[in-house]
Structures are given as C-alpha cells and as structure tokens.
C-alpha cells in the first residue's frame, strides 16, 4: 500500500519533523468544513504554537490565537504526535480555548519576548 502521501512538514516547537498527510487534512476538511481554507494556519500552528497542552493519550495540543480567520477571531487547536517522524491527526478552530486548556496539561507556553 506504500507510505501516505505528504502534503507538507514542519518542525515542532521540540525539533520533531511533523507531517500532515493527504488522508489527515482531508478527515480535518470534511468533519470541519470551515477548515477548507485554512491549511496554512495548521501548518503555523503546528510549528509556531502560542500554547502545548498535553493530551490524555500522549498527543499534544497546539493553541494559537488568530485575531481573524475566515469565520472571526478564533484560536486555532491542532492535535498531533510531537515525536520523531510525528504527524498532526486533527484541527478545528474554536472561540472556547479555556474547554481545551482545561483538558489537559500546559506543557509548554510561548515566552513574552517571542511572541510575533
């Protein structure tokens, strides 16, 4: 069956390579249609996160605030394995990020100076 095909990689905030596949961004497209456009903003969010917030099953959370997206002012959430060879398994945007901080740990948080 061969390997997935790869639409794009970045590099996590912990120096991992993680892929989004054609199989992961169309689950993410089609169960969030509002997503359609957004594959940059994952790709962003991914590599160059505000927040990381640990999930129950070892998956990491990535948080970042967009002060405009195609629907309004929303925070993008991208779920993803932050390990070697790791790979983003869904997103959506929300406007209720404190319900997925509340999920999880913060593992990580953007430091005062490095914010855009």
């Known amino acids: 069956m061969g390997e997935p095909a790869v639409l794009a990689e970045v590099i996590s905030v912990r120096g991992h390579r993680i892929r989004l596949t054609l199989r992961q961004w169309l689950h993410i497209s089609e169960n969030h249609d509002y997503m359609a456009g957004n594959r940059t903003l994952v790709l962003e969010t991914t590599a160059d996160p505000d927040e990381l917030v640990a999930g129950e099953a070892g998956e990491i959370l990535a948080l970042r605030a967009y002060p405009q997206t195609n629907l309004t002012a929303k925070t ?41």
């Open 76 to 116: 993008a959430v991208v779920v993803y394995r932050d390990e070697p060879d790791g790979f983003i398994i869904t997103a959506w945007l929300t406007s209720r990020a404190d319900r997925v901080r509340a999920k999880g740990v913060q593992v990580w948080s953007r430091s005062p100076s490095t914010s855009a």
